[in-house]
């Protein structure tokens, strides 16, 4: 069942979704050759202690941290560790909070110090797909007009979206209805209707769209070692076209 949101609702959301992209400007500030995951993941810990709110991610189904941060061909779902990022790296920080028992979580990728113009493209055009995703979050459209417009505006690029791993309605629980692949077709899908609100994330990789995941149970990577990009926002769609709650 898909819950629609009363506006009293929508704004629980947005604090949430606010505090969420809040925390990962501060971690943008924080990426830097010889930063490691950890490091950032400590950075989080102490943060939302502070803030007195819970962190979403740790204990869900087991996951062991605050913050998920995969590098280079890791897709989602990297565990923070020791290992330090170097100079052309591109880390995906994807981050999830409680605040009042509504859910933030949002996404970002972001270049470890200079980048090749390769990898520049590969993080543009997967923001730009969301946005492409998010303009099509109207009352009367359908869900497959989202996931569309993000695989076409993807595929257009020469890149490929990922299959797996999809968005999700967002509110009460981490992951509510309903699935929001980046893939589909226009005019397919639930109807989209006043207080939906929706995590929309695209995975993005150079090559192929394969993906397998690590011995650790967790760590999405690609199949052929291509890079990945990572970008979501949490949109809620109103009378008056779509409203990007994770936004500051
Ligand atoms: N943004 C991801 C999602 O919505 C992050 C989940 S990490 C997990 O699925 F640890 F909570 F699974
Ligand atoms: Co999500």
Known sequence: MIVCKSPREVEK????????????????LRVQPGVTTWDLETYVQKRVKELGVKPAFKGYRGYP????????????????????LKEGDIVSLDLGVVVDSYYGDSAVTVPVGDISDELKRLLRITEESLRMGIERVRMGNRLGDVSAAIQRYVENAGFSVVREFVGHGIGRELHEEPPVPNFGEPGRGPALKEGMVLAIEPMVNEKGSGARVLKDHWTAVTEDGGRSAHFEHMVAVTRNGPDVLSQL
């Open 13 to 28: 959301l947005r604090v949430s979704g606010r505090m969420v992209r809040e925390l990962l400007e501060d971690l943008k």
């Open 65 to 84: 941290c605050c913050l998920c941060a995969s590098v280079n061909d890791e897709i989602v779902h990297g565990i923070p560790s020791k290992r330090a």
